[in-house]
C-alpha cells in the first residue's frame, strides 16, 4: 500500500507542477484511485477514511452538488452538459461499490487537501450510521480529478442486477469518457 502512495505523489507532483508550467498533465483517480490521490496528498497518517460503508455493493446513486459544482472544470455550467448534470443530480446514475469514504471535513480539516481540492459532491451512504462522503472533487488550477464512484462499468458490467444501464447511465459514463480524453489531449 505505501509504494502506491509513493508512486501516486510522484505523479500527483507531476501534475501539479506540469499544470503550473502551463502543460496540463491528467492524473484521474476513480474509487482506490481517488483515495490514494487523497493519501498522496497527506500521508498514510491519520487514518483519514471512514471504513465499513454499508449498503453501496453495488449502488447506483445521484450526486448531492456542492456549491463548488457550477464553476467545476468537470461538472460545471460552462463545462458539462446540463442533461448530464440533471441525470447526474436527479437520477441515480453513478455506480459506487466501495467500502471506504473520505468524510467532507477533512477537505477542510487537512491543509494539502484544503490548498490543493475543491470538493464538487457528496454522497450518503444509504443505511444507518448514514455517513457522508466525498464522491468527486478537482484540484484548484490543475488537470487532477478524483471520483469515488465507477463511471467505467455501467456501459460493460453485466455482473449484478443493482448497476444501471439506463440510457441516462450509459450517456453519464459516456460524458466522463469523453471528457478524460478532452483532458488528456491538453497536454503537450
Same mark, same amino acid.
Given at each position: 500500500?505505501?509504494?502506491?502512495?509513493?508512486?501516486?505523489?510522484?505523479? @500527483?507532483?507531476?501534475?501539479?507542477?506540469?499544470?503550473?508550467?502551463?502543460?496540463?498533465?491528467?492524473?484521474?483517480?476513480?474509487?482506490?484511485?481517488?483515495?490514494?490521490?487523497?493519501?498522496?496528498?497527506?500521508?498514510?497518517?491519520?487514518?483519514?477514511?471512514?471504513?465499513? @460503508?454499508?449498503?453501496?455493493?453495488?449502488?447506483?446513486?445521484?450526486?448531492?452538488?456542492?456549491?463548488?459544482?457550477?464553476?467545476?472544470?468537470?461538472?460545471?455550467?460552462?463545462?458539462?452538459?446540463?442533461?448530464?448534470?440533471?441525470? @447526474?443530480?436527479?437520477?441515480?446514475?453513478?455506480?459506487?461499490?466501495?467500502?471506504?469514504?473520505?468524510?467532507?471535513?477533512?477537505?477542510?480539516?487537512?491543509?494539502?487537501?484544503?490548498?490543493?481540492?475543491?470538493?464538487?459532491?457528496?454522497?450518503?451512504?444509504?443505511?444507518?450510521?448514514?455517513?457522508?462522503? #466525498?464522491?468527486?472533487?478537482?484540484?484548484?488550477?490543475?488537470? #487532477?480529478?478524483?471520483?469515488?464512484?465507477?463511471?467505467?462499468?455501467?456501459?460493460?458490467?453485466?455482473?449484478?442486477?443493482?448497476?444501471?444501464?439506463?440510457?441516462?447511465?450509459?450517456? #453519464?459514463?459516456?460524458?466522463?469518457?469523453?471528457?478524460?480524453?478532452?483532458?488528456?489531449?491538453?497536454?503537450?
Amino acid at each position: 500500500y505505501p509504494i502506491f502512495v509513493a508512486g501516486v505523489k510522484r505523479l @500527483l507532483t507531476w501534475a501539479l507542477e506540469w499544470n503550473e508550467q502551463g502543460d496540463p498533465f491528467l492524473l484521474w483517480g476513480t474509487c482506490w484511485g481517488m483515495q490514494m490521490i487523497v493519501r498522496a496528498t497527506v500521508g498514510m497518517e491519520p487514518i483519514i477514511f471512514d471504513y465499513g @460503508l454499508k449498503g453501496m455493493y453495488p449502488l447506483m446513486m445521484p450526486l448531492n452538488f456542492t456549491a463548488n459544482q457550477p464553476k467545476s472544470s468537470l461538472l460545471g455550467d460552462g463545462n458539462c452538459p446540463r442533461e448530464i448534470q440533471k441525470t @447526474l443530480q436527479y437520477r441515480p446514475s453513478t455506480l459506487n461499490w466501495h467500502l471506504r469514504g473520505l468524510p467532507p471535513s477533512a477537505m477542510q480539516d487537512y491543509a494539502g487537501l484544503r490548498d490543493t481540492f475543491t470538493t464538487l459532491s457528496t454522497n450518503t451512504e444509504p443505511v444507518a450510521p448514514h455517513r457522508e462522503f #466525498v464522491s468527486s472533487f478537482e484540484a484548484k488550477g490543475a488537470n #487532477v480529478f478524483g471520483v469515488q464512484f465507477h463511471p467505467e462499468r455501467p456501459p460493460f458490467e453485466f455482473t449484478h442486477d443493482g448497476i444501471g444501464h439506463t440510457a441516462g447511465d450509459i450517456a #453519464v459514463s459516456q460524458y466522463f469518457g469523453d471528457f478524460i480524453a478532452r483532458r488528456l489531449r491538453m497536454n503537450n
